[in-house]
C-alpha cells in the first residue's frame, strides 16, 4: 500500500517562511555585521514584515485546498485576514520602537529578532485546526515577549513586569497543556475536525473529561486575551514594559488568541451544548465591567491602557459569544473590530511614545494637561484615538461597536449587549478625561522639557505611525464598507 504524504501549499507557507527567515537574517546581520547600524535593521525588518503582508494578501485561500501538513497549518481568509492584523500591528511596533529613545542604547538585532519570532508564534498559533500548533504557536510568542517585557535590563519595573509575566505566563500555559490532554484524552485526537465528528457520535455531555479540558483550555486563552478574572497580570506588565512592547502586546497576542478561540469554539459548538457558552457569556460581562470601573480610578496612562485593553477583550468575548448564533456577521465584526482597535490602540501609544521624546516619558495623566497649547497635533490625534476607543461616530470604533454588538441581539443576546453597551457609557469617562485635561487645563512650567530637541530619524518613524494610526481610525469610521466587506468575506472559517 502506498502512503502519500499530506499536501503542502507553499504559497501560504510563505509569509510564515518569510516572517521566521526574516528573524534570522536580522539576528545574523547583528552578531556579524562590523556596522550594526540601527536605522538599516529596523529597515530590513519593515522590509520582511512589509513582503510577508504583500505574500498573504497575493496568496489564494481555496476551499479543499487550505490544510497543509494534514491541517496542521491552515490558510483560509479567515487565516488571511488575521495574518494581515499581526504583521500590520508587528509593523505598527517597529516603528513605536525605532522611536523611542530608551530602546536606542540596546542591541537592536536582538530586539527586532524578537518581533520577528513573536510574530510568527502569532501566526502559525491562528493557522492551525491542531490544537499541539496552537500550543507551539504560543510559546513561540509567549516567550519572545517574555524577555521584550524586560528588554531594558537596567530598569526595574522592566525586570519585575518580565518576571510577572514569565511566572503568571506559564501557570496559564500549563492550564492550556492539561486541558489539551483531557479533551485528547476524550476523544482521541487533536485536530478539530476529528474532535467535532468524534463529538458529534459522542455528545460531550457523557464525558467529564472533555468539559473539564475546555474549561482549563479557556483558561489559557483567557489569560492570553487578557479576560477577567485571569487579567491581573496586565496593568503591571503593561506598566513596567518599554511603550513600544506594550503597544505590542495590546494587540498581536489578542488577535492570535482570539483566533485560536474562534477555530476551537466554531468546531465544537454545535456538540457543546450551553455550557462554554454560558461561562464566555459571563466572562464577558465581568471582563467589560471590571475593567472600565477599575479604569476611572487610574493616575498612569500606560495602566489606563491596560484597563482600557481588557475591557476591549471583553467587547470581543461579546463577538466570540455571538459567533454560535450571529454566523459571518459576529466573525466579521471581530475581524473588522480588531483591525480598527489595532490602529486606535497603537496609535495612543505612540503619543505616548512621541509625548517623551524631549525628556522622560510621560506617564501620569496629569503629565498631558495643556498638551493641545504646547503640541497641538499630538494632541488632536490623541483626541482622535479617545474618541474612537470609546466608540463614538465618526470613528471606526463606532462602527467596529455597532457590528459587534448587531451580531449580539441578531445572535438573541440582548441583555449582553445591554451590560455591553452601558460599559461603553462607563468608558467616557476616563477616555475623555483626558482630552478635558489636554484642552481644558494650561500647561504647568515644566512641560517645555517635553519639547524635543530636535527631528531625528526616530521622529520620521513616529510620525509615519502616528499618519498610518490616525487615517486608519477615521478611515475605518468615515468610510468603512470595503475593509466591512473584506472582513465578512474573510469571516468563513475551512476545515
Known sequence: MTVLPPPIHWDHLLPLILVVGGAVLVLMWDA??????????????????AAALGATLSARAVPGEAASFGGMYLFDG????????????????????????????????????????????????????????????????????????GYLRTQLEGNEASLKYFLL????????????????????????????????????????AFLLGMGFVVVGLGFKVAAAPFYMWTPDVYEGSPTAVTAFMSVGPKVAAFAAFFRLLLSVSPQMGEGIPAVLWVMAALTMTVANVVAIWQSNVKRMLAYSSIAHAGYLL???????????????????????YTC?????????VVAGAGGGERTRIDDYAGLAYTRPALAAAMAIFMISLTGLPPTGGFVAKFYVFSAAVKAGYVWLTVIAVLNSVVSVYYYLRLVVLMYMREPSEAEDRAVPQGRGRGWSYALAALVLA????????????SFLEFALRSSVLLN
Do not use: K, W
Not at 32 to 49: G, I, K, Y
Not at 78 to 88: A, E, G, N, P, Q
Not at 474 to 481: A, E, V
Open 344 to 352: 486606535m490602540n497603537m496609535g495612543a501609544f505612540c503619543v505616548v
Open 169 to 208: 505566563g506559564s501557570f496559564a500555559s500549563g492550564f492550556l497543556l492539561y486541558g489539551m490532554a483531557l479533551i485528547y484524552g476524550a476523544t482521541g485526537s487533536i485536530d478539530l475536525i476529528e474532535i467535532a465528528q468524534r463529538l458529534q457520535a459522542h455528545p460531550p455531555s457523557r464525558s467529564p
Open 32 to 49: 556579524f555585521s562590523p556596522s550594526r547600524e540601527r536605522s538599516f535593521l529596523v529597515t530590513l525588518t519593515l522590509a520582511v514584515l
Open 78 to 149: 479567515f487565516t488571511r485576514f488575521v495574518f494581515s492584523l499581526i504583521l500590520f500591528s508587528s509593523f505598527f511596533a517597529v516603528l513605536l520602537a525605532a522611536a523611542q529613545r530608551d530602546l536606542e542604547g540596546s542591541p537592536a538585532g536582538e530586539y527586532f529578532g524578537l518581533i520577528l519570532f513573536a510574530t510568527s508564534g502569532m501566526m502559525l498559533m491562528a493557522a492551525t485546526r491542531s490544537l499541539l500548533m496552537i500550543f507551539v504557536g504560543l510559546e513561540i510568542f509567549s516567550l519572545s515577549l517574555y524577555v521584550l517585557a
Open 318 to 340: 461579546v463577538a466570540l459569544v455571538a459567533a454560535r448564533g450571529g454566523g459571518e456577521l459576529a466573525t466579521g465584526g471581530f475581524l473588522y473590530y480588531m483591525l480598527v
Open 470 to 481: 490616525v487615517a486608519g481610525t477615521l478611515n475605518f469610521g468615515i468610510f468603512p464598507s
